[in-house]
């Protein structure tokens, strides 16, 4: 359990403060590998890759999914792995859902070649969903 609330907490934070910092100074895009890597603020108000929904299914829909991770998460607690990517979800979820209270938006802020920008939050939830998929994979391959 632990592990669950740690990584919950470290993710939630990143998410929270690295947000905080590109909304109060980031004014430019900045360059780190020419165009093809950056930080450029945007807002998105859509889910993942700016997907529109109307603002009830997402009143409805995130608050759901998000207590049904927690559930899945409590079930599997006691496994590390399973725990690290329930947190990781959780905690990038939470980031986000506190970032949209302001304004309605997500701010996203990392930018890679084509891809759609996204924010650490966003980078949670993904790693969180690739190690609960490599655990399933693994489980049911017998690695």
Same mark, same amino acid.
């Given at each position: 359990m632990p592990v669950l609330f740690a990584t919950v907490a470290l993710a939630f934070s990143a998410s929270f403060f690295s947000t905080h910092l590109i909304d109060r100074f980031l004014t430019e895009r900045i360059s780190l590998i020419g165009s093809l890597v950056g930080l450029e603020?945007?807002?998105n108000a859509g889910i993942a890759f700016g997907i529109d929904l109307p603002? &009830? #299914?997402l009143l409805i829909f995130i608050p &759901? #999914?998000?207590i049904l991770l927690s559930l899945f998460a409590w079930k599997s607690r006691r496994n590390r792995m399973m725990a690290l990517?329930?947190?990781l979800i959780i905690g990038g979820a939470l980031g986000n859902i506190v970032d949209r209270f302001?304004?309605?938006h997500v701010t996203d802020f990392i930018q890679i070649g084509w891809w759609p920008?996204?924010?650490i939050a966003d980078s949670c939830i993904s790693i969180g969903v690739?190690?609960?998929?490599?655990l399933e994979l693994k489980k049911?391959?017998?690695f």
């Open positions: 603020r945007t807002l603002v &009830v #299914v &759901v #999914v998000l990517g329930f947190g302001d304004d309605g920008l996204f924010n690739i190690i609960l998929l490599l049911s391959t017998k």
